[in-house]
C-alpha cells in the first residue's frame, strides 16, 4: 500500500509536497467553517426560520406545513453545511487545483461487491458495541438527532443523514488521503485520523475512543481498495443502527 503511492512526483497538477500543502490548508480552512458556522445552533435555527418564511411567501398555502417540520429544516441545515464543507469547497479545490476528476479521490466503487462480506464482517463488533451502548442514559441523551413527527419525517431525515457521512467519508477518506498520500504513503491515514477522532469531542466517551480505531481501519481500508465505499456502508449502517436502537430504548 505504501509503495503504491509514496514516491508519486504528482498529485494530478501538483507535486507531491504541494498536494499535501494543498490538502492541509483546505481541510483547515472547512473544520473551522463547520465549527463555528455549520454546527452553530444559532445559525441552523435562522436558516430553518428563513426556510419557512421563504415557503410561505412563495407558496402561502404550504406555510403551515413548513412551520410544523421548522425542526426538520434546521437539522437540515446542518446536513447542508456538511456536504458544503466536506464536498463542495474540497472538489472545487480537487478540479481547479489538483486538475483531477473527483473519481480520483476514491470516490470509484472499485470491486465494492467483492469487499461487501469484509464490510459486513467490520460491522458485526460495532453493531454489537451499539446494541449494548444503546442502552445507556448518555447515548439515549445523544441520539437521535432528530425525532421526527412520523415515519415520513424520520425517513427523511435518515436519508439526509445517511448523505452527511457519504460527505465525510469523501472529505476524510477521500479528499485528504489522496491529497496527502503521495508525500506521506500510509502515515496519511495517521495525520487523518487525528481530526477525525477531534471531530468527535463533545460526544459519549466510549463513542470518542472509538472514533481513533474506526478512522484508522477506514482509512486503511480506503486506501487499500482505493475506494471510499466500504467507511460509507459501514458508517450508515452504524448510525442507522444508532437511531433505530435509540428510538426504540424510548419506545
Known sequence: MDATFKGQAHVG????????????????CMLVALRYVVMDSDVQAQLGR??????????????GWAQRHESLWVHLTWITGCI???????????????RLPLREAFLVPKDYL?????????????????????????????????????????????????????????FFRGFILRGLSAE???????????????????KPLPECVGSILAGLVLG??????????????IHVA?????????LAARA
Open 13 to 28: 497538477a501538483l507535486t507531491a509536497r504541494q498536494a499535501a500543502i494543498v490538502t492541509t490548508a483546505t481541510a483547515c
Open 50 to 63: 428563513a426556510f419557512v418564511h421563504l415557503v410561505g411567501a412563495v407558496v402561502p398555502a404550504w406555510h
Open 84 to 98: 458544503a464543507v466536506y464536498v463542495a469547497a474540497p472538489a472545487v479545490v480537487w478540479t481547479a487545483l489538483f
Open 114 to 170: 467483492r469487499h461487501l462480506p469484509v464490510y459486513a464482517l467490520l460491522f458485526l463488533p460495532v453493531g454489537a458495541v451499539v446494541a449494548v451502548a444503546a442502552h445507556q442514559p448518555d447515548f439515549q441523551l445523544q441520539y437521535p438527532f432528530y425525532a421526527g413527527r412520523g415515519w415520513a419525517d424520520q425517513l427523511a431525515w435518515e436519508f439526509g443523514y445517511g448523505l452527511q457521512f457519504l460527505a465525510l467519508e469523501f
Open 184 to 202: 506521506m504513503g500510509a502515515s496519511a491515514v495517521l495525520a487523518m485520523a487525528m481530526p477525525y477522532c477531534m471531530l468527535h469531542y463533545g
Open 220 to 233: 486503511l481500508l480506503a486506501m487499500d481498495t482505493r475506494s471510499i465505499w466500504g467507511g460509507v456502508t
Open 238 to 246: 452504524v448510525a442507522w443502527s444508532m437511531d433505530a436502537l435509540a
